[in-house]
């Protein structure tokens, strides 16, 4: 076993890494920046290494910063976590081919082979692991698509062979739209991946995303330890995570897992890894009818990395996937067989993202953990970083905690989610705990009938104002009169910290943060790219102001003054996330200003277009 493990990651799973450690008897490295100085996982570690500014691309994804924390250190491995390089295999192989450091998770060839998506198709075509019917082989002209339309009929989902995620997905309705979104796949796929090809598959129209965890060790030992249902996202991004899958028998969801094994032992893959299907769901079902061996089931990628959902199954089989990572790093043979493996009960994970579900998730812009008092009891976890008085770090993604629970069946486990959210007292930041507490009682959700469409298109979302008026928590301000504070300074000498403490007489400080367009530009854990911040765009025209969801980057405007638009029609195109984001009028009326220019950087909340 390793002496000393670097968590080249942050936040809750630098935690969960470092605890892991801990209770290995191995030592503990954090890296952190700028923005992460007062971090858990830096108070957490036994030692920690500034590797450099907030932007992510000078920090958490600069692979010689890292490594050479490493080396400084004298850690003889690195975790990577989940986000950041944990999918990198440029990053795995450098880190392999340094002396006396052991990367912990698969080898980069691995990344590569299961992360190219047509690769990936083939390797589980030849385990007999059902894919979507489509294409192997990469396609090139808008003939091609028309005649795969033609055999298989419509839609038809266009994929680039680098995406994975959110990313690098058209769908073609009909045969008109075949040419514009096999152009805009292959642009996104060359702009986001470095890579313009895509391929074809029957696009599913209602489906589940249910995901199989896997372990395989160096010794030619497979084992799947049951599924996770992923159903509940929002723009691709999961909210609630739960197992078993509320929709499966038993018998569909030994044939997923067991396809999963298969999968995963055609290849040469070690270490802890996901494989992803998708469950055509039949939305006319009945709660209490699950889908059984009939039902389509299909690979859709694999994650060659620890996931923020790992957890529920933790919960469910009581393995520790992350002690079992570091032993399998570490050489070491799976002890237990697949008949060892069982799930006990039921369990959900809640992330707990500081956004506003009444103003379309909007992360938070800043805010100060007034109150943190945390929900206990049985079957109840809580993975985070977090103590109270913390400032919210806003340079990074906006998941700042994991609830997660267990209980004896699915209708425990939600009644105890229920208790659990109640006594989360989060005051400061606004979160979407509220949210959590309505879709316990969302009549598709707790029937266990919602697809991945769901959130997206079907949920009534007045619920979540009416939830957070009643759960919800300002963002707070702070503020009073005069007081003694104790500051406590920390200092860090060749990478041990000393904790000062200080007495001065002072104004409590306004966590003031610097709005949209202000401070660093939000680098997120894997985007990665911050961009150059600028003066926000002004508008003088009278009108409804279309603002910027996020931090990117103007690609295409496709309105200019006088036009007149309808509802839905595609304004701009930013892009931001890896992926092309239409920007639409969500109103009908005449354009009286565009505030952007192409190749234009914004940020959220910037001003784009003035609708009147
Ligand atoms: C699909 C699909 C339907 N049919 N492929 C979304 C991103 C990438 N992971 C693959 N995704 C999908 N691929 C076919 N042939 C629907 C989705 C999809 C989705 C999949 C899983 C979880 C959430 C999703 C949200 C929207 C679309």
Redesign the pocket.
């Known amino acids: 076993m390793f002496e000393k493990v670097l968590v080249a990651n942050r936040g809750e799973i630098a935690v969960r890494v470092m605890r892991a450690c801990e209770e290995l008897g191995v030592a503990t490295v954090a890296v952190y920046s700028e923005a992460d100085k007062q971090g858990g996982h830096v108070r957490f570690a036994d030692e920690a290494y500034n590797i450099g500014p907030a932007r992510a691309a000078d920090s958490y994804l600069d692979h010689e910063a890292v490594i050479e924390a490493a080396q400084k250190a004298g850690a003889d491995a690195i975790h990577p976590g989940y986000g950041f390089l944990a999918e990198n295999a440029e990053f795995a192989r450098k880190v392999e081919a340094t002396d006396g450091i052991t990367w912990v998770g698969p080898t980069g060839n691995s990344m590569e082979q299961l992360g190219e998506k047509t690769q990936a198709r083939s390797l589980m075509a030849a385990a007999d692991v059902p894919i ?1 019917p ?1 294409t192997t082989d990469p396609v090139t002209n808008p003939e091609e698509v028309t005649e795969f339309g033609d055999e298989y009929g419509y839609p038809v ?1 266009i ?1 680039a062979e680098g ?5 690098g ?1 058209k769908v073609v309705h009909e045969e008109s739209e075949a040419a514009d979104q096999l152009e805009s796949a292959k642009r996104e796929g060359e702009a986001y991946f470095d890579n313009d090809s895509v391929y074809l ?4 129209e209602n ?1 589940r ?1 249910i995901e199989v965890q896997v372990l395989a060790d160096e010794h030619g030992n497979v084992r799947h330890l049951g599924e996770r249902d ?2 509940l ?1 929002r723009r ?1 991004q999961k909210v609630i995570e739960e197992g078993p899958s509320p929709a499966l028998t038993d018998e569909l969801r030994e044939q997923i897992g067991e396809a999963a094994r298969r999968g995963v032992a055609e290849s040469d893959y070690v270490n802890a890894g996901t494989v ?1 299907f ?1 469950v055509e769901e039949d939305p006319e079902r009945d709660p209490d009818e699950l889908l059984g061996p009939e039902a389509n089931f ?1 690979f ?2 694999v994650n060659t990395r620890i996931q923020v959902e790992h957890t529920v199954t933790e919960e469910l089989t009581d393995i520790d996937i992350v002690k079992w990572q570091l032993r399998v790093a570490a050489g070491e043979e799976i002890t237990f067989s697949q008949a060892d493996v069982e799930l006990e009960g039921h369990a959900m994970e809640f992330r707990i993202n500081a956004e506003d579900a009444t103003d379309d998730f909007a992360p938070a812009q800043g805010g100060q953990l007034e109150t943190y008092d945390t929900p206990g009891g049985i079957g109840v976890r809580l993975d985070d970083a977090l103590r109270q008085g913390d400032d919210l770090v806003t340079e990074y993604d906006s998941m700042i905690a994991k609830l997660i629970v267990h209980g004896g069946d699915r209708a425990e486990c939600i009644a105890r989610s229920k208790r659990a959210l109640r006594e989360y007292e989060l005051e400061g930041i606004v979160t979407i705990r509220p949210f959590h507490l309505a879709m316990l009682e969302d009549e598709e959700f707790v029937g266990g009938t919602h697809t ?2 769901y959130l997206d298109e079907q949920v009534d979302r007045s619920v979540f104002a009416e939830f957070q008026e009643r759960y919800g928590t300002g963002t707070g301000t702070g503020g009073g009169d005069e007081e003694t504070v104790t500051r406590e300074f920390t200092v860090e000498v060749n990478g041990k910290r000393f904790e000062v403490d200080l007495e001065e007489t002072s104004v409590p400080q306004q966590t003031s943060r610097p709005g949209p367009t202000g401070g660093p530009s939000s680098g997120g854990g894997d985007s990665g790219d911050g961009g150059e911040t600028r003066e926000a765009p002004s508008v003088s025209a009278e009108g409804e102001v279309v603002t910027a969801e996020m931090q990117g980057t103007v690609i295409d405007i496709n309105v200019t003054e006088g036009d007149e638009v309808a509802a839905g029609d595609v304004l701009l195109v930013l892009e931001a996330m890896k992926m092309e984001n239409d920007i639409v009028a969500e109103f009908g009326g005449t354009v009286t200003e565009v505030a952007v220019e192409e190749d234009q950087s914004v940020n959220q909340g910037d001003a784009l277009v003035v609708l009147d």
């Not at 598959?201 to 599913?204: I, N, P």
């Open positions: 979507v489509g989902a994929k995406g994975g995620g959110g990313r997905m598959e029957r696009y599913l489906p995303h992923c159903s996202q691709h992803e998708l299909y859709l990628e991945t469409k």
